[in-house]
């Protein structure tokens, strides 16, 4: 039986269906059938939906963000001389895992090498040997992490960027295409060494792949070949996740940056990706301002009830640590997720629709989990009607709530105490509905989003 076909749907038609603001990175991939993974393999990964993304390179000697090189035009000697002066002697790899864990991620993505072309790992495919192994400091950082994650039980994930400013094929690759072909070689070897050396990955998180910065990662697929990149990923990792940015469609989506997600419940495996800090850099700056913990409370919820998973990502400095207002804002939230992380992980979004800025819901088994924002606008809303009947409500300090049901929906009422007051004193208020039998929520679709408009 010939597989059935997904939908093609333009980048305009992705937002008027959802009416959101989400801002999906490089729609159009190419698409090979025997690339895509089924969706019981993605389950996992859904589940966990919670991660943590973790930039540490050259450029956080400079704390000016991991796009000073190029920003700056810093000499390549300059630049590079750099490398010797990252040997964060007292320091391991695990007080980043321990603060996944405390964080409350399921996951984490270490960027293991960043468009400056830098190899925080033994890479004899690196060009010119500019790697953390054959510099001063003479460790792999790749090989500290993976083994980090493991003793932790955390899911491995690692970030590669395909461009590298060291070359000036990337720049001009159809004037310079030999030197260009020197770059793509450091990729299939690098990508290789990752997903080969180090035991099973669980996620291959590829970006950088546009080239002389210009077009998009997708228009960029006719250099990488990335259906043949990802085959040979794969051949070692064969249920290995990998996200959209070599120029293949990948499996599921991303949404990058600090801006806020509204909308519709998102009908595919996606995931957002930003900062724990302001999100004007993915790396170390020493006067980053921590958002505050109500708005990334509000963040993650706004993520996952729309189905999506939230990779959050922090930046340490060259010796490998982090501030204490970063430490302590991460744990803040692990300490949230302790508490109401039933209501987080192992989800889907649905079966209500989100309103923006009132409520969304989530939902497992036969558990429905309404997450409001704003009580006292929430005392307005009624929710459309299921054919599941509600059997208990209540808070998550086992609080009772009214329950009525009316021709033309349900209405919720909240206790006074939290509708009452001008200001809420809690990001997210969580009424926990067990209903008669298992929800049914918003289901999953096959679309291939083209990114044409």
């Known amino acids: 039986m010939e597989k059935k076909k997904p939908k093609e749907m333009t980048g305009a038609e992705l937002a008027s269906m959802l009416k959101s603001n989400i801002q999906f990175k490089s729609l159009g991939g190419m698409r090979s059938d025997d690339l895509t993974l089924p969706p019981e393999d993605k389950d996992w990964w859904r589940d966990a939906k919670i991660g943590m993304f973790i930039h540490w390179g050259v450029y956080s000697i400079l704390g000016r963000g991991e796009w000073a090189r190029f920003n700056e035009k810093i000499p390549k000697e300059i630049y590079e001389a750099l490398a010797d002066e990252l040997i964060p002697e007292h320091f391991q790899v695990r007080e980043w895992i321990d603060l996944a864990k405390d964080f409350g991620a399921k996951y984490t993505v270490m960027v293991a090498r960043h468009h400056d ?39 491995i994930g690692i970030y590669y960027s395909t461009m590298d400013w060291r070359f000036p094929g990337y720049f001009d690759p159809k004037g310079l295409p030999e030197n260009a072909a020197l770059m793509k070689k450091q990729c299939y070897d690098q990508v290789r060494e990752l997903c080969s050396q180090y035991g099973p990955i669980d996620i291959l998180w590829y970006d950088g792949s546009w080239l002389a910065h210009q077009g998009s990662d997708t228009s960029s697929a006719w250099f990488w070949e990335p259906v043949k990149l990802n085959r040979m990923a794969r051949s070692f990792n064969p249920k290995m996740l990998i996200n959209p940015r070599s120029g293949w469609e990948g499996d599921f989506y991303c949404d990058e940056g600090s801006h806020e997600i509204k909308g519709k419940i998102i009908p595919v495996p996606w995931e957002k990706n930003m900062c724990v800090c302001s999100g004007c850099s993915w790396g170390w700056m020493p006067d980053d301002p921590v958002s505050d913990f109500d708005w990334l409370i509000r963040m993650m919820v706004n993520v996952v009830c729309r189905g ?146």
């Not at 890479?123 to 932790?152: L, Q």
């Not at 640590?321 to 302790?338: A, D, H, P």
């Not at 459309?384 to 208990?392: Q, R, S, T």
């Open 308 to 453: 999506g998973n939230w990779l959050l990502n922090i930046a340490p400095d060259k010796n490998g640590k982090l501030s204490e207002e970063v430490t302590g804002r991460m744990r803040q939230i692990g300490v949230w997720l302790k508490t109401y992380g039933d209501s987080i992980y192992g989800t889907r979004g649905g079966p209500w629709q989100p309103v923006d800025d009132v409520y969304g819901s989530t939902w497992k088994g036969n558990t429905i989990y309404l997450h409001i924002l704003d009580p006292k606008a929430f005392q307005r809303e009624i929710l459309p009607k299921l054919e599941n009947e509600i059997e208990e409500a209540a808070l998550f300090d086992g609080t009772a709530v009214a329950v009525e049901e009316r021709p033309e929906g349900i209405r919720i009422t909240l206790p006074e105490r939290l509708t009452g007051k001008p200001e809420m004193e809690e990001p997210d208020v969580i009424v926990r509905l067990k209903m008669k039998q298992e929800v049914k929520g918003v289901e999953d679709r096959e679309i291939y989003f083209t990114g044409k408009e």
């Open 117 to 155: 072309g830098f190899a925080l790992w033994n890479s004899e495919g690196s060009y010119e040997h500019f790697t953390s192994w054959h510099r001063a400091a003479h460790r792999d950082f790749v090989r500290e992490y993976v083994d980090a994650c493991r003793e932790a039980g955390m899911k």
